[in-house]
């Protein structure tokens, strides 16, 4: 759990528009995440997760930084580029627009083979997705089926088998059991874990949803208007959330059975990221706000606990989380 | 599957009757390949501007040739046209319209300025300058009108790529690693056969119509090659002597617009529900 | 008497019915539902289930393709099984109405909030400048700030959290007896999900309003809500207090969905799964438990006759696994 897989130094994605409004989408993000782990990634809708995660397959181009796979930068020339897809892959969302609904499923899966395995030929591409549907759980009938004759969570299956047919080491699962319904999704969520051990993927898991990332993550980063604020060991963070932003959030997850007691007190509402707020993008939301907070933009630092937190006051908030705990 | 997709077709009511309109018409021609009841050029100055009779179908003109049998030949080139006018103006539209709408930018906008342009110049004008600097000749009417035609289609997949150049399915076969062209031809377009058959339809009878035109002003198809056009104009001098004469190729001409219309707005609503 | 007034929406044995390719199919078989004054019920169940389609034709807006087959619908005591649009249109807004899940495509762009949600009272017979006062007042209790300002916005300008606050000061502001909320928060973010609960509980609780609340969230109904509705496949399978119902689930359908959530204290398990997924409308069995294709409590029985419920305590369960005798121990 050493190997660094993927870093991202100073990733950065900036929207400019004609009348020069500058949207931060992503802003200075360097992490790295470790062979065989799941990275989570969670924060509300537009705060960036989802720009970061296409970053890393090449669906949009970073404004600065570098994406660094094994070491490499992914962006260095051509052929790296054209190199990403059999490295990084990624799940989507929704399995109702993800798969082209004129095409069969049979040739949304080759296609990847061929263009990429150009010396099988048409009977190994055959056999390599009959394989890959039976190790999503479905039969070889439902090659010559269209997208639209499947259920939400065969269509998933099937978008999985796509992103792992070419054995890439790590996947993006942007959202990709947020659209199903709580039964599937566990069948979803049990076969990306089963996946995950028997062909050693790294997972950056993004999502909305609290519950499913601390449940599938290793590590959680939280995300607020394109920076991480909170990253840490995934237990950790949820048992013991330190900054203001991450403890909002965890409170406001509904977990079933979990009484209403400690809840912070949830204000306002995520401001416009075309015209973020001075300092801590969070101080207008912060209910421990104070005026070094709106002037000052808190760098990210280690805590003793090996978590990475960007607060100012995040060593008082330390402090008294261990008091409380003793 | 397949039986109730046709039941779904054929239940349209403007659909079965434009096809039914176009069958008869594609028949007739078919049937010339084979069978003609008389040879279409044959002059025969006795036999001058018959009425139909048994012997002459549907009679013959100032020159006694016999009207079915020039019907049937001039069908030929209005199918003919229409078809290489919609593939010539189909292939060529969709291409610009295509890299107009996925590309977007400046590919765009050079592409729509140069369509609008086209817009904005009298077809009719266009086809007429074309054929007077490169000649009279069905090759140079396909040109033309192919020129014509290509706007519609332009416009038509320009809409459709810009669509679907940010759908998930499109993020997904670039996540793959598909190249462009392969994103463009297999992917994307493949959703837009639909609309673009209603198009094609419209095109396709459009072109008949223009082709119609054009021979009517003895600048399409030369004599003696018959031509639902070409006749019209000849008939025009005998309207009031033999009027059966003109009646013939005008309602064949609206015929098949007619019929062809009808299938396109048909399949418009099919697609719609 | 008394209990006739005091119940807003009672559902009795509801059936409806599609018509799929000539063969009839039913969306919702049998279903019984009850919402008293002032409490706060969910309706929960996968999508497919038919709980929009319930909570549509308890106001009046089911689809013209979906045929009542059996059962009535008693809204505020008086029985609308078979009332037509008029008979609908008094009571809609006044007695009951409803927030959806997309904001945005149920308010009017083109009119100001403030107007659109002055109007409903207007609707009513209250006086305009009444009316705009009370609609000022409405903003104010959904914790918007700056009443005024936001009484002049459109809907664009406005943020789905807010948009969302506008559409329940909509509803509200007849002080109706009945709410009924598909999916309201299913847009929103975590944040803001958890305050636009909080305030449908504040203003419902404050105006005396009744709230069905209908949602695939087992999280929000266990913080929100007093009694639940467990529904599968169009039936009814599982219904009592919410706390009981967490904690004790009874059917096999029930403990499938708690077990299969994901949460921190289930890492590195496996989660439980339920087996295959809603079956399609046309694939539904007749007789027989519907949920036997998919239970792994399955018994012999299960595929031939239809399970009866029972009622034991404030709890009524559909499932051969149970008899009266077995669930009072």
């Known amino acids: ?326 | 599957m397949k039986q109730n997709r046709l039941k779904k077709y054929l239940s349209n009511r403007n659909f079965t009757l434009g096809l039914i309109m176009v069958s008869i018409l594609f028949l007739l021609m078919v049937v010339g390949f084979f069978y003609l009841p008389a040879d279409p050029n044959k002059i025969d100055v006795m036999k001058e501007l018959l009425p139909p009779s048994r012997e002459n179908l549907l009679g013959t003109d100032q020159l006694g040739r016999d009207i079915l049998s020039r019907v049937m030949v001039g069908s030929r080139i209005s199918f003919f046209i229409g078809f290489c006018v919609v593939i010539c103006g189909g292939l060529l539209g969709c291409t610009l319209g295509g890299a107009a709408g996925y590309y977007g930018g400046k590919i765009d906008s050079v592409i729509t300025k140069l369509i609008d342009t086209q817009m904005a110049f009298p077809g009719v004008l266009l086809a007429l300058m074309l054929i007077a600097v490169f000649g009279n000749s069905v090759q140079n009417l396909i040109l033309a009108l192919s020129v014509m035609s290509v706007p519609r289609f332009a416009r038509m997949s320009r809409s459709g790529f810009l669509k679907y150049r940010n759908s998930e399915f499109v993020k997904a076969a670039k996540v793959k690693g598909a190249s462009d062209l392969r994103i463009m031809i297999l992917h994307i377009f493949p959703n837009l056969l639909q609309e673009l058959s209603v198009t094609a339809t419209l095109s396709f009878s459009g072109a008949i119509m223009s082709e119609a035109g054009l021979s009517y002003l003895s600048l399409g198809i030369q004599p003696p090659t018959p031509s639902f056009g070409k006749m019209l104009s000849e008939a025009q001098n005998t309207i009031l002597t033999a009027g059966w004469y003109v009646v013939i190729p005008a309602a064949l001409i609206t015929m098949l617009v007619l019929g062809f219309n009808l299938i396109s707005d048909g399949l418009n609503e099919i697609y719609r529900h | 008497m008394n209990n006739t007034t005091k119940t807003v929406l009672k559902i009795d044995n509801l059936s409806i019915c599609f018509d799929i390719n000539g063969k009839k199919c039913h969306a919702i078989r049998d279903l019984n539902l009850t919402v008293n004054a002032g409490e706060l019920v969910a309706l929960v169940g996968e999508s497919g289930c038919g709980k929009t389609l319930c909570a549509s034709f308890s106001m009046g807006l089911g689809p013209q393709t979906a045929s009542l087959e059996a059962g009535s619908i008693l809204v505020n005591g008086q029985d609308m099984t078979q009332a037509d649009d008029a008979a609908w249109n008094t009571i809609r807004g006044k007695d009951v109405s409803m927030i959806f899940q997309e904001p945005m495509t149920s308010l009017n762009p083109l009119m100001k909030v403030g107007r659109q949600i002055a109007e409903n009272a207007l609707n009513r017979g209250v006086p305009k400048a009444e009316a705009k006062n009370k609609a000022l007042e409405m903003i104010r209790l959904a914790g918007l700030p700056d009443a005024n300002r936001i009484y002049n916005c459109y809907p664009h300008q406005l943020s789905g959290g807010q948009r969302q606050r506008i559409m329940i000061c909509l509803a509200l502001i007849n002080q109706p007896k009945l709410l009924i909320a598909d999916e309201p928060t299913t847009a929103l973010d975590v944040t803001i999900q958890a305050q636009v609960l909080e305030i449908i509980r504040e203003m419902c609780t404050k105006t005396g309003t009744a709230v069905l609340i209908i949602t695939h969230d087992l999280g929000v109904v266990s913080h929100l809500c007093d009694r639940t509705y467990v529904m599968y496949a169009g039936s009814i399978v599982e219904s009592g207090p919410t706390a009981q119902i967490i904690q004790h689930p009874k059917h096999p359908y029930t403990k499938g969905l708690l077990a299969c959530l994901p949460d921190i204290s289930k890492k590195g398990q496996r989660l439980e799964n339920i087996k295959h997924s809603v079956p399609p409308l046309e694939k539904r069995p007749e007789v027989g438990c519907i949920y036997a294709n998919r239970c792994n409590e399955c018994m012999d029985c299960c595929t031939q006759i239809t399970p009866q419920r029972i009622a034991f305590g404030q709890r009524e369960i559909a499932c051969h696994k149970y008899t009266l005798d077995n669930l009072e121990e």
């Not at chain 1, 994605?13 to 009348?19: E, F, G, L, Q």
């Not at chain 1, 890959?132 to 439902?142: A, K, R, T």
């Not at chain 1, 259920?151 to 959202?175: H, M, T, Y």
């Not at chain 1, 394109?226 to 013991?240: C, F, P, Q, R």
């Open chain 1, 1 to 326: 759990m050493n190997n660094v897989l993927l870093q991202t130094n100073h990733l950065s994605k900036i929207y400019t528009d004609d009348r020069k409004s500058v949207v931060k989408a992503v802003n200075d993000i360097s992490l790295q995440i470790y062979q065989g782990e799941t990275f989570g990634l969670v924060g509300e809708s537009g705060c960036g997760k989802s720009t970061f995660g296409q970053m890393l397959v090449n669906l949009l181009e970073p404004t600065k930084g570098k994406i660094l796979f094994e070491g490499e930068d992914i962006f260095k020339n051509k052929r790296a580029r054209k190199e990403i897809p059999q490295k990084i892959q990624m799940i989507f969302q929704d399995p109702y627009s993800s798969l082209n609904p004129k095409r069969k499923i049979g040739w949304l899966l080759e296609e990847s083979l061929i263009i990429h395995r150009k010396n099988l030929s048409k009977e190994q591409r055959a056999k390599i997705v009959d394989e890959m549907l039976d190790l999503v759980g479905l039969d070889e009938s439902y090659k010559d089926r269209y997208p639209s004759q499947l259920s939400g969570g065969q269509r998933q299956r099937v978008s999985i088998a796509i992103a792992l047919i070419l054995n890439p080491k790590f996947v993006v699962c942007d959202e990709a059991v947020s659209a199903l319904d709580v039964s599937v999704q566990a069948q979803i969520l049990n076969l990306l874990h089963d996946l995950q051990e028997k062909f050693s993927l790294t997972y950056l898991f993004i999502s909305h949803n609290l519950n499913v990332v601390s449940y599938m993550s290793d590590r959680i980063g939280v995300m607020y208007l394109g920076s991480i604020v909170e990253l840490g060991d995934a237990v950790t963070l949820s048992k013991n959330p330190i900054h203001p932003y991450t403890k909002m959030l965890f409170s406001s997850s509904m977990n079933v059975g979990d009484a209403d007691s400690g809840k912070v007190q949830i204000t306002g509402e995520l401001p416009s990221p075309s015209n973020p707020p001075s300092g801590c993008t969070f101080h207008t939301r912060c209910p421990y706000c104070t005026e070094l907070c709106s002037s000052a933009r808190p760098e990210l630092q280690e805590l003793p606990d090996g978590r990475q937190i960007a607060c100012h006051y995040a060593q008082k908030f330390y402090q008294e989380s261990m008091e409380k705990k003793r």
